[in-house]
Protein backbone atom coordinates (compact mmCIF):
# COMPACT_ATOMS: atom_id res chain seq x y z
CA UNK A 1 0.00 0.00 0.00
CA UNK A 2 1.20 3.36 -0.94
CA UNK A 3 2.66 5.22 1.97
CA UNK A 4 0.60 8.79 0.76
CA UNK A 5 -3.42 8.29 1.61
CA UNK A 6 -5.11 10.02 -1.35
CA UNK A 7 -8.21 13.15 -0.16
CA UNK A 8 -11.20 13.14 -1.77
CA UNK A 9 -11.64 16.83 -2.90
CA UNK A 10 -14.85 18.48 -3.23
CA UNK A 11 -16.38 21.54 -5.26
CA UNK A 12 -17.94 24.26 -2.97
CA UNK A 13 -20.38 26.15 -5.54
CA UNK A 14 -22.38 28.05 -2.03
CA UNK A 15 -21.74 27.75 1.57
CA UNK A 16 -24.24 25.24 1.74
CA UNK A 17 -22.80 22.99 -0.76
CA UNK A 18 -19.78 23.57 1.03
CA UNK A 19 -21.21 21.97 4.16
CA UNK A 20 -22.79 18.91 2.78
CA UNK A 21 -19.61 18.41 0.92
CA UNK A 22 -17.75 17.89 3.85
CA UNK A 23 -20.97 16.00 5.85
CA UNK A 24 -20.52 13.36 3.04
CA UNK A 25 -16.97 13.13 3.28
CA UNK A 26 -15.38 15.12 1.69
CA UNK A 27 -11.75 15.50 2.65
CA UNK A 28 -11.62 19.27 1.34
CA UNK A 29 -13.49 21.26 -0.65
CA UNK A 30 -11.89 24.23 -3.23
CA UNK A 31 -14.30 27.21 -3.11
CA UNK A 32 -14.14 31.13 -4.64
CA UNK A 33 -15.67 34.77 -4.93
CA UNK A 34 -16.72 35.57 -8.09
CA UNK A 35 -14.43 38.35 -9.24
CA UNK A 36 -10.83 36.31 -8.74
CA UNK A 37 -11.80 32.32 -9.25
CA UNK A 38 -13.00 31.53 -12.53
CA UNK A 39 -16.47 30.91 -11.61
CA UNK A 40 -18.63 34.33 -11.94
CA UNK A 41 -21.86 32.61 -10.60
CA UNK A 42 -19.92 31.41 -7.42
CA UNK A 43 -22.59 32.34 -4.59
CA UNK A 44 -20.16 32.73 -1.89
CA UNK A 45 -19.88 36.08 -0.40
CA UNK A 46 -16.07 37.19 1.78
CA UNK A 47 -18.47 36.24 5.04
CA UNK A 48 -19.50 32.77 3.57
CA UNK A 49 -16.12 32.60 2.74
CA UNK A 50 -14.91 32.78 5.95
CA UNK A 51 -17.16 30.69 7.47
CA UNK A 52 -17.06 28.20 5.21
CA UNK A 53 -13.17 27.57 5.93
CA UNK A 54 -13.98 27.62 9.42
CA UNK A 55 -16.88 24.99 9.19
CA UNK A 56 -14.05 22.72 7.48
CA UNK A 57 -11.46 23.32 10.01
CA UNK A 58 -14.14 22.35 12.67
CA UNK A 59 -14.48 19.13 10.90
CA UNK A 60 -10.84 18.29 10.61
CA UNK A 61 -11.13 19.08 7.20
CA UNK A 62 -9.10 21.57 4.35
CA UNK A 63 -10.54 24.18 2.58
CA UNK A 64 -8.59 25.74 -0.85
CA UNK A 65 -9.49 29.18 -2.38
CA UNK A 66 -9.28 29.53 -5.92
CA UNK A 67 -7.54 33.00 -7.60
CA UNK A 68 -7.47 30.80 -10.76
CA UNK A 69 -8.61 33.42 -13.23
CA UNK A 70 -5.40 34.85 -16.33
CA UNK A 71 -4.77 38.16 -14.85
CA UNK A 72 -5.31 41.51 -17.05
CA UNK A 73 -4.17 45.22 -15.82
CA UNK A 74 -7.43 45.62 -14.16
CA UNK A 75 -7.02 42.88 -11.89
CA UNK A 76 -3.99 43.32 -10.12
CA UNK A 77 -4.53 46.57 -7.78
CA UNK A 78 -7.27 43.83 -6.30
CA UNK A 79 -4.38 41.44 -5.44
CA UNK A 80 -3.43 43.07 -1.94
CA UNK A 81 -6.85 43.50 -0.96
CA UNK A 82 -7.45 39.97 -1.77
CA UNK A 83 -4.22 38.59 -0.06
CA UNK A 84 -5.27 40.62 2.87
CA UNK A 85 -8.31 38.50 2.74
CA UNK A 86 -7.12 35.54 2.24
CA UNK A 87 -5.11 36.12 5.68
CA UNK A 88 -7.84 36.36 7.63
CA UNK A 89 -9.68 33.58 6.19
CA UNK A 90 -6.31 30.78 7.12
CA UNK A 91 -6.78 28.21 3.94
CA UNK A 92 -5.00 25.35 3.78
CA UNK A 93 -4.00 26.44 -0.24
CA UNK A 94 -4.71 29.06 -2.88
CA UNK A 95 -5.28 27.51 -6.30
CA UNK A 96 -3.47 29.78 -8.81
CA UNK A 97 -2.92 29.98 -12.60
CA UNK A 98 -1.27 32.74 -13.83
CA UNK A 99 2.76 32.65 -13.42
CA UNK A 100 2.80 36.30 -12.35
CA UNK A 101 -0.24 36.09 -9.75
CA UNK A 102 1.61 33.16 -8.54
CA UNK A 103 5.14 34.84 -8.06
CA UNK A 104 2.99 38.34 -6.36
CA UNK A 105 1.16 36.06 -4.19
CA UNK A 106 4.45 34.40 -2.90
CA UNK A 107 6.17 37.31 -2.16
CA UNK A 108 3.76 39.14 -0.46
CA UNK A 109 2.05 35.85 1.35
CA UNK A 110 4.94 33.29 1.90
CA UNK A 111 2.91 31.48 4.52
CA UNK A 112 0.40 30.40 2.30
CA UNK A 113 1.09 27.26 0.51
CA UNK A 114 0.19 27.70 -3.40
CA UNK A 115 -1.46 24.95 -5.71
CA UNK A 116 -0.81 25.28 -9.54
CA UNK A 117 -4.38 25.07 -11.44
CA UNK A 118 -5.36 22.67 -13.87
CA UNK A 119 -5.77 26.05 -15.88
CA UNK A 120 -1.91 25.93 -16.23
CA UNK A 121 -1.79 23.05 -18.41
CA UNK A 122 0.70 20.72 -17.01
CA UNK A 123 1.25 17.59 -18.55
CA UNK A 124 4.39 16.42 -18.02
CA UNK A 125 7.01 15.96 -15.23
CA UNK A 126 9.43 18.14 -16.91
CA UNK A 127 6.27 21.01 -15.69
CA UNK A 128 5.78 19.95 -12.61
CA UNK A 129 9.12 20.18 -11.44
CA UNK A 130 9.18 24.00 -12.75
CA UNK A 131 6.56 24.58 -10.31
CA UNK A 132 8.21 22.66 -7.76
CA UNK A 133 10.91 24.86 -8.32
CA UNK A 134 8.52 28.37 -8.12
CA UNK A 135 7.50 27.47 -4.77
CA UNK A 136 4.16 25.12 -5.31
CA UNK A 137 3.16 22.75 -3.07
CA UNK A 138 0.75 20.85 -5.61
CA UNK A 139 0.55 20.51 -8.97
CA UNK A 140 -3.27 20.00 -10.61
CA UNK A 141 -2.78 17.72 -13.52
CA UNK A 142 -4.73 18.57 -16.55
CA UNK A 143 -7.07 16.03 -17.57
CA UNK A 144 -5.69 15.46 -20.57
CA UNK A 145 -2.48 13.70 -18.66
CA UNK A 146 -3.49 9.90 -19.37
CA UNK A 147 -2.61 7.28 -16.65
CA UNK A 148 0.63 5.98 -17.88
CA UNK A 149 1.99 9.91 -17.96
CA UNK A 150 0.36 10.31 -14.19
CA UNK A 151 2.32 7.30 -13.25
CA UNK A 152 5.74 8.65 -14.44
CA UNK A 153 5.27 12.10 -13.21
CA UNK A 154 4.10 10.46 -9.98
CA UNK A 155 7.53 8.31 -10.30
CA UNK A 156 9.88 11.04 -11.11
CA UNK A 157 8.15 13.94 -9.17
CA UNK A 158 8.11 12.32 -5.57
CA UNK A 159 8.34 15.37 -3.35
CA UNK A 160 4.99 17.67 -4.86
CA UNK A 161 1.74 16.78 -4.03
CA UNK A 162 -0.02 15.86 -7.37
CA UNK A 163 -3.97 16.22 -7.89
CA UNK A 164 -5.81 14.66 -10.67
CA UNK A 165 -9.31 15.29 -12.03
CA UNK A 166 -11.28 12.24 -11.12
CA UNK A 167 -14.84 12.88 -11.89
CA UNK A 168 -17.27 15.44 -13.42
CA UNK A 169 -17.87 17.41 -16.59
CA UNK A 170 -15.33 17.57 -19.75
CA UNK A 171 -14.41 20.38 -22.12
CA UNK A 172 -14.14 19.49 -25.43
CA UNK A 173 -11.00 21.87 -25.89
CA UNK A 174 -7.78 21.94 -24.14
CA UNK A 175 -8.88 22.09 -20.20
CA UNK A 176 -10.46 25.74 -20.59
CA UNK A 177 -8.85 27.23 -23.68
CA UNK A 178 -11.92 27.66 -25.52
CA UNK A 179 -12.69 30.74 -28.54
CA UNK A 180 -16.01 29.07 -28.88
CA UNK A 181 -17.88 30.82 -25.79
CA UNK A 182 -16.07 34.18 -26.77
CA UNK A 183 -17.19 34.35 -29.95
CA UNK A 184 -20.80 32.90 -29.61
CA UNK A 185 -21.73 34.16 -26.70
CA UNK A 186 -19.08 36.99 -25.64
CA UNK A 187 -18.50 35.13 -22.36
CA UNK A 188 -15.03 34.37 -21.70
CA UNK A 189 -14.02 30.45 -20.72
CA UNK A 190 -10.65 31.63 -18.85
CA UNK A 191 -12.27 34.53 -17.07
CA UNK A 192 -14.95 32.03 -15.75
CA UNK A 193 -18.16 32.74 -17.49
CA UNK A 194 -18.17 29.85 -20.24
CA UNK A 195 -21.40 29.77 -21.76
CA UNK A 196 -21.22 25.85 -22.76
CA UNK A 197 -20.81 26.72 -26.81
CA UNK A 198 -20.15 23.38 -27.00
CA UNK A 199 -22.87 21.86 -25.69
CA UNK A 200 -25.54 23.69 -28.02
CA UNK A 201 -27.49 22.05 -30.81
CA UNK A 202 -26.04 22.75 -34.24
CA UNK A 203 -27.88 22.35 -37.35
CA UNK A 204 -27.27 22.26 -41.41
CA UNK A 205 -28.46 25.58 -43.64
CA UNK A 206 -27.74 26.41 -46.83
CA UNK A 207 -27.47 29.67 -48.78
CA UNK A 208 -28.93 30.08 -52.20
CA UNK A 209 -27.80 31.70 -54.78
CA UNK A 210 -30.32 34.80 -54.69
CA UNK A 211 -28.66 35.12 -51.20
CA UNK A 212 -31.43 33.85 -49.03
CA UNK A 213 -30.96 30.94 -46.24
CA UNK A 214 -33.27 28.06 -45.73
CA UNK A 215 -33.10 25.13 -43.31
CA UNK A 216 -31.81 21.65 -45.11
CA UNK A 217 -34.39 19.53 -43.85
CA UNK A 218 -33.45 16.13 -44.83
CA UNK A 219 -35.73 13.62 -44.45
CA UNK A 220 -36.81 9.88 -45.55
CA UNK A 221 -38.08 11.37 -48.42
CA UNK A 222 -34.83 12.95 -50.19
CA UNK A 223 -31.71 11.56 -47.23
CA UNK A 224 -30.51 9.37 -50.13
CA UNK A 225 -30.20 12.28 -52.51
CA UNK A 226 -27.25 14.34 -50.73
CA UNK A 227 -24.26 13.83 -49.09
CA UNK A 228 -22.24 16.06 -47.10
CA UNK A 229 -18.41 15.73 -47.37
CA UNK A 230 -15.60 18.23 -45.69
CA UNK A 231 -12.32 18.85 -47.56
CA UNK A 232 -9.13 20.35 -45.48
CA UNK A 233 -6.67 22.45 -47.11
CA UNK A 234 -3.98 20.62 -46.96
CA UNK A 235 -5.44 17.22 -47.80
CA UNK A 236 -6.97 17.68 -51.37
CA UNK A 237 -9.61 14.88 -52.45
CA UNK A 238 -9.52 13.37 -48.64
CA UNK A 239 -13.39 13.86 -48.25
CA UNK A 240 -15.03 13.70 -44.79
CA UNK A 241 -18.37 12.69 -44.67
CA UNK A 242 -21.00 14.50 -42.16
CA UNK A 243 -23.97 13.27 -40.97
CA UNK A 244 -26.68 14.86 -39.37
CA UNK A 245 -30.20 13.81 -38.67
CA UNK A 246 -33.60 16.50 -38.01
CA UNK A 247 -32.37 16.95 -34.46
CA UNK A 248 -29.28 18.51 -35.28
CA UNK A 249 -25.74 17.49 -34.17
CA UNK A 250 -23.65 17.78 -30.90
CA UNK A 251 -20.46 16.90 -32.64
CA UNK A 252 -18.35 19.17 -29.85
CA UNK A 253 -20.48 17.75 -26.81
CA UNK A 254 -18.11 15.77 -24.11
CA UNK A 255 -19.29 12.72 -22.15
CA UNK A 256 -18.67 13.23 -18.48
CA UNK A 257 -15.62 12.14 -16.74
CA UNK A 258 -15.72 8.92 -14.63
CA UNK A 259 -12.77 7.74 -13.03
CA UNK A 260 -14.17 5.81 -10.70
CA UNK A 261 -13.59 2.16 -12.40
CA UNK A 262 -9.64 2.84 -12.34
CA UNK A 263 -9.58 4.81 -9.34
CA UNK A 264 -7.25 1.69 -7.27
CA UNK A 265 -5.03 3.02 -9.97
CA UNK A 266 -5.07 6.60 -8.73
CA UNK A 267 -5.01 5.50 -5.04
CA UNK A 268 -2.17 2.52 -5.31
CA UNK A 269 0.12 5.25 -6.53
CA UNK A 270 -0.44 7.73 -4.54
CA UNK A 271 -1.91 10.57 -6.28
CA UNK A 272 -2.50 12.61 -3.38
CA UNK A 273 -6.04 14.70 -4.01
CA UNK A 274 -8.60 13.15 -6.07
CA UNK A 275 -10.47 15.95 -7.54
CA UNK A 276 -14.56 16.63 -8.78
CA UNK A 277 -15.60 19.17 -10.71
CA UNK A 278 -18.36 20.61 -10.18
CA UNK A 279 -18.57 24.01 -8.63
CA UNK A 280 -21.94 24.63 -10.62
CA UNK A 281 -23.22 21.43 -9.77
CA UNK A 282 -26.01 20.91 -7.05
CA UNK A 283 -26.36 19.99 -3.58
CA UNK A 284 -27.50 16.83 -3.94
CA UNK A 285 -24.26 16.15 -6.58
CA UNK A 286 -22.42 17.15 -3.70
CA UNK A 287 -23.72 14.74 -1.59
CA UNK A 288 -23.99 11.76 -3.51
CA UNK A 289 -20.97 11.92 -5.47
CA UNK A 290 -18.68 12.42 -2.03
CA UNK A 291 -20.41 9.81 -0.52
CA UNK A 292 -19.70 7.20 -3.73
CA UNK A 293 -15.74 8.35 -3.41
CA UNK A 294 -15.70 8.49 0.18
CA UNK A 295 -16.80 4.66 -0.20
CA UNK A 296 -14.78 3.52 -2.36
CA UNK A 297 -11.55 5.30 -0.84
CA UNK A 298 -12.34 3.65 2.38
CA UNK A 299 -12.73 0.58 1.23
CA UNK A 300 -9.47 0.60 -1.06
CA UNK A 301 -7.17 0.85 1.69
CA UNK A 302 -8.97 -1.54 4.21
CA UNK A 303 -8.94 -4.00 1.71
CA UNK A 304 -6.81 -2.93 -1.70
CA UNK A 305 -6.99 -6.69 -3.12
CA UNK A 306 -10.74 -7.07 -2.90
CA UNK A 307 -11.71 -3.59 -4.28
CA UNK A 308 -14.56 -3.93 -6.90
CA UNK A 309 -15.84 -0.42 -8.59
CA UNK A 310 -19.25 -1.41 -9.35
CA UNK A 311 -20.14 -1.79 -5.49
CA UNK A 312 -20.09 2.63 -5.86
CA UNK A 313 -21.23 3.04 -9.51
CA UNK A 314 -24.56 2.35 -8.67
CA UNK A 315 -24.52 5.23 -6.67
CA UNK A 316 -22.94 7.75 -9.26
CA UNK A 317 -25.60 6.97 -11.74
CA UNK A 318 -28.57 8.07 -9.38
CA UNK A 319 -27.06 11.32 -10.42
CA UNK A 320 -27.24 12.88 -13.65
CA UNK A 321 -24.79 13.01 -16.13
CA UNK A 322 -24.13 12.77 -19.73
CA UNK A 323 -23.02 9.89 -20.03
CA UNK A 324 -19.64 8.49 -18.17
CA UNK A 325 -16.33 8.04 -19.53
CA UNK A 326 -12.41 7.37 -18.91
CA UNK A 327 -11.29 10.09 -20.96
CA UNK A 328 -7.81 10.72 -21.62
CA UNK A 329 -7.25 7.40 -18.70
CA UNK A 330 -5.31 5.30 -21.94
CA UNK A 331 -4.08 8.53 -23.78
CA UNK A 332 -6.35 9.21 -26.62
CA UNK A 333 -10.03 9.76 -27.07
CA UNK A 334 -12.51 7.32 -29.23
CA UNK A 335 -15.82 7.88 -30.33
CA UNK A 336 -17.00 6.12 -26.92
CA UNK A 337 -16.03 9.54 -25.06
CA UNK A 338 -18.60 11.69 -27.15
CA UNK A 339 -22.39 11.69 -26.90
CA UNK A 340 -23.73 12.81 -30.49
CA UNK A 341 -27.50 11.83 -29.83
CA UNK A 342 -28.25 14.40 -26.83
CA UNK A 343 -26.50 17.05 -24.60
CA UNK A 344 -28.46 16.54 -21.30
CA UNK A 345 -27.88 15.33 -18.16
CA UNK A 346 -30.41 12.22 -17.12
CA UNK A 347 -30.45 9.79 -14.23
CA UNK A 348 -33.07 7.28 -12.99
CA UNK A 349 -33.05 9.42 -9.49
CA UNK A 350 -33.61 12.78 -9.15
CA UNK A 351 -33.34 14.96 -5.77
CA UNK A 352 -36.45 15.02 -3.69
CA UNK A 353 -35.57 16.90 -0.98
CA UNK A 354 -33.41 17.74 1.78
CA UNK A 355 -33.67 17.64 6.15
CA UNK A 356 -33.94 20.38 7.39
CA UNK A 357 -34.21 19.76 10.92
CA UNK A 358 -34.71 17.22 13.37
CA UNK A 359 -37.42 17.05 16.08
CA UNK A 360 -38.37 14.47 18.82
CA UNK A 361 -40.57 12.50 16.47
CA UNK A 362 -40.25 13.76 12.70
CA UNK A 363 -37.91 14.90 10.12
CA UNK A 364 -38.82 18.46 8.21
CA UNK A 365 -37.78 17.93 4.82
CA UNK A 366 -37.23 21.07 2.16
CA UNK A 367 -38.92 19.84 -1.25
CA UNK A 368 -37.08 20.19 -3.68
CA UNK A 369 -38.65 18.07 -6.80
CA UNK A 370 -42.74 17.75 -7.28
CA UNK A 371 -43.44 14.80 -5.04
CA UNK A 372 -46.72 12.53 -5.77
CA UNK A 373 -48.43 9.66 -4.13
CA UNK A 374 -46.72 6.10 -4.53
CA UNK A 375 -43.25 8.10 -4.52
CA UNK A 376 -40.54 6.00 -3.42
CA UNK A 377 -38.28 7.90 -1.28
CA UNK A 378 -34.79 7.05 -0.49
CA UNK A 379 -33.41 8.81 2.43
CA UNK A 380 -29.22 8.66 2.04
CA UNK A 381 -27.40 9.19 5.39
CA UNK A 382 -24.33 11.31 5.16
CA UNK A 383 -22.55 9.67 8.43
CA UNK A 384 -24.19 5.08 7.83
CA UNK A 385 -23.80 3.66 4.73
CA UNK A 386 -27.25 2.19 4.65
CA UNK A 387 -30.12 3.94 3.16
CA UNK A 388 -34.07 4.19 4.33
CA UNK A 389 -36.49 3.58 1.92
CA UNK A 390 -40.08 5.18 2.17
CA UNK A 391 -43.33 4.58 -0.12
CA UNK A 392 -45.12 7.72 0.46
CA UNK A 393 -48.91 8.18 0.00
CA UNK A 394 -49.49 11.98 1.16
CA UNK A 395 -47.40 14.42 2.47
CA UNK A 396 -47.70 16.75 5.82
CA UNK A 397 -46.82 20.49 5.49
CA UNK A 398 -45.24 21.44 8.31
CA UNK A 399 -46.07 24.42 8.81
CA UNK A 400 -49.95 23.75 8.61
CA UNK A 401 -50.39 20.10 9.34
CA UNK A 402 -52.44 20.03 6.40
CA UNK A 403 -52.53 16.82 3.94
CA UNK A 404 -51.57 16.86 0.22
CA UNK A 405 -51.68 14.64 -2.63
CA UNK A 406 -49.20 16.61 -4.43
CA UNK A 407 -46.37 18.59 -3.53
CA UNK A 408 -44.22 21.46 -5.29
CA UNK A 409 -40.28 21.72 -5.04
CA UNK A 410 -40.72 25.02 -6.49
CA UNK A 411 -43.09 26.25 -3.57
CA UNK A 412 -40.31 25.86 -1.30
CA UNK A 413 -42.56 23.83 0.92
CA UNK A 414 -41.21 21.52 4.02
CA UNK A 415 -42.88 18.41 4.62
CA UNK A 416 -43.30 16.69 7.93
CA UNK A 417 -41.89 13.05 8.01
CA UNK A 418 -43.20 11.34 10.79
CA UNK A 419 -40.67 8.89 12.91
CA UNK A 420 -43.69 6.53 12.90
CA UNK A 421 -44.02 6.52 9.00
CA UNK A 422 -40.78 4.49 8.92
CA UNK A 423 -42.24 1.21 10.87
CA UNK A 424 -39.17 -1.25 10.51
CA UNK A 425 -36.80 1.34 12.20
CA UNK A 426 -35.34 2.04 15.21
CA UNK A 427 -36.14 5.58 16.17
CA UNK A 428 -32.76 6.32 17.61
CA UNK A 429 -31.30 5.30 14.55
CA UNK A 430 -33.29 7.67 12.62
CA UNK A 431 -32.15 10.59 15.13
CA UNK A 432 -28.35 9.66 14.56
CA UNK A 433 -27.69 8.50 11.16
CA UNK A 434 -30.06 10.81 9.25
CA UNK A 435 -29.46 14.50 10.84
CA UNK A 436 -29.83 17.57 8.76
CA UNK A 437 -28.62 17.97 5.73
CA UNK A 438 -29.36 14.42 4.90
CA UNK A 439 -30.54 14.30 1.15
CA UNK A 440 -33.51 12.83 0.09
CA UNK A 441 -33.92 11.20 -3.58
CA UNK A 442 -36.80 9.56 -5.02
CA UNK A 443 -37.39 7.63 -9.04
CA UNK A 444 -37.54 9.64 -11.63
CA UNK A 445 -39.78 9.01 -14.75
CA UNK A 446 -38.52 8.60 -17.96
CA UNK A 447 -39.25 8.86 -21.71
CA UNK A 448 -38.56 5.60 -23.66
CA UNK A 449 -35.85 7.48 -25.52
CA UNK A 450 -34.10 8.43 -22.39
CA UNK A 451 -33.83 4.83 -21.09
CA UNK A 452 -32.85 3.77 -23.97
CA UNK A 453 -30.18 6.37 -23.97
CA UNK A 454 -29.15 5.28 -20.56
CA UNK A 455 -28.42 1.74 -21.68
CA UNK A 456 -26.54 3.48 -24.85
CA UNK A 457 -24.59 4.87 -22.34
CA UNK A 458 -23.63 1.97 -20.13
CA UNK A 459 -22.90 0.12 -22.79
CA UNK A 460 -19.99 2.34 -24.00
CA UNK A 461 -18.77 2.80 -20.82
CA UNK A 462 -18.69 -0.98 -20.54
CA UNK A 463 -16.56 -1.50 -23.82
CA UNK A 464 -14.36 1.55 -22.33
CA UNK A 465 -13.24 0.17 -19.55
CA UNK A 466 -13.26 -3.59 -21.13
CA UNK A 467 -11.03 -1.65 -24.14
CA UNK A 468 -13.24 -4.00 -26.12
CA UNK A 469 -13.74 -3.57 -29.78
CA UNK A 470 -16.75 -5.63 -30.28
CA UNK A 471 -19.68 -3.25 -31.55
CA UNK A 472 -22.07 -5.35 -31.76
CA UNK A 473 -24.10 -4.79 -28.52
CA UNK A 474 -23.70 -1.29 -29.16
CA UNK A 475 -24.65 -1.27 -32.38
CA UNK A 476 -27.71 -2.59 -31.24
CA UNK A 477 -28.21 -0.28 -28.45
CA UNK A 478 -27.70 3.07 -30.61
CA UNK A 479 -30.22 1.24 -33.00
CA UNK A 480 -33.10 0.95 -30.02
CA UNK A 481 -32.22 4.57 -28.94
CA UNK A 482 -32.82 5.82 -32.74
CA UNK A 483 -36.04 3.95 -32.78
CA UNK A 484 -37.24 5.81 -29.93
CA UNK A 485 -36.55 9.24 -30.91
CA UNK A 486 -38.61 8.93 -34.42
CA UNK A 487 -41.28 6.83 -32.12
CA UNK A 488 -40.72 10.85 -30.76
CA UNK A 489 -43.34 9.91 -27.48
CA UNK A 490 -43.38 11.87 -24.75
CA UNK A 491 -45.33 9.50 -22.39
CA UNK A 492 -42.63 8.26 -19.13
CA UNK A 493 -42.51 5.46 -17.20
CA UNK A 494 -40.83 4.71 -13.50
CA UNK A 495 -38.37 1.83 -13.01
CA UNK A 496 -40.76 0.39 -10.03
CA UNK A 497 -44.62 -0.26 -10.02
CA UNK A 498 -46.18 3.06 -8.12
CA UNK A 499 -49.80 2.60 -6.90
CA UNK A 500 -52.34 -0.11 -6.01
CA UNK A 501 -53.71 -3.24 -4.87
CA UNK A 502 -51.21 -5.28 -7.46
CA UNK A 503 -48.65 -1.94 -7.22
CA UNK A 504 -45.83 -3.47 -4.81
CA UNK A 505 -42.32 -3.45 -6.56
CA UNK A 506 -41.31 -6.31 -4.28
CA UNK A 507 -38.48 -3.56 -2.99
CA UNK A 508 -40.08 -4.03 0.88
CA UNK A 509 -39.94 0.36 1.21
CA UNK A 510 -40.03 1.20 4.77
CA UNK A 511 -43.66 1.76 5.97
CA UNK A 512 -45.14 0.59 2.62
CA UNK A 513 -48.76 -0.30 3.46
CA UNK A 514 -48.67 -3.17 1.13
CA UNK A 515 -45.61 -4.52 1.44
CA UNK A 516 -45.78 -4.85 5.07
CA UNK A 517 -49.28 -5.78 5.45
CA UNK A 518 -50.08 -7.87 2.48
CA UNK A 519 -50.54 -11.91 3.72
CA UNK A 520 -49.34 -12.44 0.18
CA UNK A 521 -45.46 -10.72 0.81
CA UNK A 522 -45.35 -12.90 4.55
CA UNK A 523 -42.18 -14.99 3.43
CA UNK A 524 -40.81 -11.43 1.41
CA UNK A 525 -40.97 -9.68 4.77
CA UNK A 526 -39.26 -12.79 6.69
CA UNK A 527 -36.10 -12.62 4.38
CA UNK A 528 -35.72 -8.97 3.98
CA UNK A 529 -36.29 -8.49 8.01
CA UNK A 530 -32.79 -10.54 8.21
CA UNK A 531 -31.05 -8.38 6.31
CA UNK A 532 -29.62 -4.52 7.42
CA UNK A 533 -31.88 -1.76 7.66
CA UNK A 534 -32.46 -0.25 3.59
CA UNK A 535 -31.33 -3.30 1.98
CA UNK A 536 -33.51 -3.77 -0.28
CA UNK A 537 -34.41 -7.24 -2.77
CA UNK A 538 -33.08 -8.72 -5.72
CA UNK A 539 -34.76 -8.32 -8.90
CA UNK A 540 -35.51 -11.65 -8.95
CA UNK A 541 -36.65 -12.14 -5.26
CA UNK A 542 -39.10 -9.56 -6.14
CA UNK A 543 -40.20 -11.20 -9.03
CA UNK A 544 -40.72 -14.50 -6.77
CA UNK A 545 -42.73 -12.41 -4.74
CA UNK A 546 -44.94 -10.41 -6.32
CA UNK A 547 -48.45 -10.81 -6.24
CA UNK A 548 -49.98 -12.46 -10.02
CA UNK A 549 -50.66 -9.93 -13.32
Known sequence: MSPRRSELLMPAGNLRKLKIAILYGADAVYLGTPDMSLRTKSEFSLEDVIEGVRFCHQHGRRAYLTLNLYSHNKDIPKLDEYIDTVRQVNPDGLIIADPGVFQYVRERAPEIP??????????SWLSVQFWQNQGADLAVMAREVSFPELEEIREKCPDIKLEAFVHGAMCMTYSGRCLLSNFMAERGANQGNCANSCRWN???HMRLKDGTVQELIVDDSNHDMFEFLLEEGVRPGEFLPIQEDERGSYILNSKDLCLMPK????????IDSLKVEGRGKSEYYAAIVARAYRMAIDDYYADPE?????????????????????????????????????TAAIATWEY???????TDDAFLVEVKNKLEPGDVLEMVSPVARNTILLRAYDYEIAASGAHKDVVHGSNKSVIRLPFSLFEQENQNDLRSNFPAF??????RALTDEQWKRLQLDKTAQAMEIRDSTGETAYTRRRNALVDAIEADTNSRRFKTNRVGTQGCCGKGCNGCLIFWQGEEYSLARE?????????????AEASKFKLPA
Open 114 to 123: LHVSTQANIC
Open 202 to 204: YKF
Open 263 to 270: LDDYLRIG
Open 306 to 342: NWDASDYMGELETVGNRGYTLAFHKGRLTNLSHGYEH
Open 352 to 358: AGVVSEV
Open 438 to 443: TVIRKE
Open 527 to 539: VLLKRKQGEQLTN
